[in-house]
């Protein structure tokens, strides 16, 4: 029983941190369907998502705005907002003069323009550390006093049901909607969209605002469940949205939501009978194990069309 | 009254010159066939009137306006619409959101009468509608290519090599359905390799060779012309 516990309780914890990379990978994954190339300064989107929520939510409190909906559901606009304005930005000033030519060309212009965002963070908000008010506290507990105790935290359930909205809220625009419509055409011949009259840099543009605006519901969520952020906050859970979207399949939008699952849960494992230590050692290994036997991910297709 | 005109146009593909000078004329309900063979440039052709690429000299007019130097996806929504090389049909979208696809600009209203006119035309499509582009027969896909591009209510349709890799039942099929077009008032610019069935149904011809403009008369004396039996339609 104690052991069923345990395994409940990594297997919760795994569901939660992946729910979250899910999120991320959303963006890395639509970008990369739409147009080929890696935004390796997704990472720093969500960074900043973070940061705006806690400077919203430091501001509402200074106000005396004390109501917890109202604090999270402005700090969540706000987080989107400036996370989507910035994702449009990086890509009107450093994709767009580049695109279509060498591929190595975009993928330096992202590097740079991450370093760019990191290092800007770094000097308006400092290097240190910052706590991030953990505003949505307690929880359950399963299991008898005197041994193991499952506990799901109310944090943990707020990151599983907005991201449970936020993927249902996404797929139903993908699917239905005649925006989504054209993302999916798009990113399928952009050459013949554009001969449909569709203006194909709208759709582009709408896809990275799509992303960043994910990556800040993340951004919001992770820097109250970790409890505090720092300018390198947006590096390593970046990489890690970046492998479950491989993992996954990238370029397919249920493939990043599973990666993410996956990728968040075989972390919770390792940490919880392995050693915290080696979790890296094992996610990263995932991805190595999937591009040698599977490089198209478990969900993405190969690129062969019927002629 | 011209729908389409091409004036001495020139299109560079990087320093490589692909047309040398081309000047077409299409006239509003009319069939304009452009035959030639592989490498000739008549895909070169069809695309520079789309602006991808553009033509780095000469003019392009379309309905009196001059288009040269005007943005592929205006050029698209103003009355033209393309069947191009290869169909890219959206393999991954249904028949029906392909079809939408190509009516992106009207209103639900306009697209659900577009749709019914489509699915009238090819009754096949509408059998499929809700089933993957992709995995459909090539005849299907073609018929589905055309229907995309009618959906916006084009003025004028250009058609690169609709018959090409389809069995002769469907070609006959997809020749019928061009010259139905015309009849509904649609002006008509056809690629082919296929001389024979392209000439017998246009009006009038043209001839390109090496990204140059060889012979330009009506279809019938194209047909008869014993230079284009002996080059394109096998002696």
């Known amino acids: 029983m104690q052991d069923v516990l345990y395994f409940l309780q990594q297997l919760i914890n795994g569901l939660t941190i992946g729910s979250a990379y899910a999120l991320i990978a959303i963006g890395y994954t639509m970008v990369y369907g739409i147009i080929g190339m890696i935004n390796f300064a997704h990472g720093e989107i969500y960074m900043i998502g973070a940061y705006t929520a806690l400077i919203t939510i430091t501001g509402l409190a200074s106000l005396g705005v004390a109501w917890l909906p109202l604090v999270l559901l402005v700090a969540l606009i706000c987080a989107m907002l400036v996370s989507s304005s910035m994702g449009w930005a990086v890509e009107r000033v450093a994709y767009r003069p580049v695109r279509g030519r060498h591929r190595l060309i975009p993928l330096i212009s992202a590097i740079g323009m991450s370093i760019f965002l990191q290092n800007y963070v770094h000097l308006a908000q400092g290097s240190r550390n910052i706590g991030f008010p953990a505003l949505i506290e307690g929880g359950f507990q399963f299991g008898a006093a005197d041994s193991f105790q499952t506990s799901i935290s109310y944090m943990q359930i707020t990151i599983f049901i907005t991201t449970l909205i936020c993927m249902t809220v996404l797929s139903l625009f993908i699917s239905r909607s005649r925006i989504g419509r054209a993302c999916r055409a798009v990113s399928q011949d952009l050459g013949m969209a554009n001969l449909l009259g569709i203006d194909t840099n709208r759709i582009i543009s709408a896809t990275f605002v799509i992303g960043a605006a994910l990556a800040a519901v993340a951004g919001l969520l992770l820097g109250m469940y970790y409890g505090s952020i720092d300018p390198l906050f947006g590096f390593i859970a970046g990489l890690k949205a970046f492998t479950a979207a491989v993992l996954g399949g990238i370029g397919s939008i249920p493939g990043a939501m599973l990666g993410g699952l996956i990728l968040g849960v075989s972390e919770s494992m390792t940490s919880g009978y392995l050693s915290g230590e080696y979790k890296d050692v094992v996610s990263f290994g995932l991805l190595i194990l999937i591009l040698l036997f599977k490089p198209t991910g478990l969900l993405g297709k190969p690129e062969v069309e019927k002629i | ?235």
């Open chain 2, 1 to 235: 009254m011209s729908m389409l005109v091409l004036e001495d146009v020139h299109t560079h593909y990087g320093k490589i010159e692909a047309l040398h000078g081309v000047s077409v004329e299409v006239n509003k309900g009319e069939i304009v066939s452009l035959i030639g063979a592989n490498g000739a440039g008549k895909t070169t052709l069809l695309m520079t009137i789309c602006g991808n690429p553009r033509a780095t000299s000469g003019r392009v007019i379309l309905g009196g306006r001059d288009i040269t130097r005007q943005a592929t996806a205006s050029t698209m929504r103003s009355g033209l619409a393309i069947v191009p090389e290869g169909r890219r049909i959206f393999s991954g979208l249904t028949v029906e959101e392909n079809l939408h696809m190509g009516g992106f600009f009207n209103s639900k209203a306009e697209i659900r009468k577009s749709q019914d006119y489509v699915y009238e035309l090819f009754p096949r499509l509408k059998e499929r509608q809700y089933q993957r582009a992709g995995t459909m027969s090539g005849g299907e896909q073609q018929m589905l290519a055309i229907g995309r591009a009618l959906m916006s209510k084009p003025q004028m349709i250009l058609l690169d090599e609709p018959s090409l890799g389809l069995a002769p039942l469907v070609i006959r099929q997809i020749f019928e359905i061009v010259g139905h077009l015309r009849d509904e008032g649609i002006t008509v610019f056809l690629v082919e390799q296929n001389a024979h069935q392209a000439l017998n149904l246009a009006d009038r011809g043209y001839v390109l060779e090496t990204g140059r403009i060889r012979l330009h008369d009506t279809g019938a004396n194209l047909l008869a012309n014993p230079d284009v039996r002996n080059a394109y339609l096998g002696g």
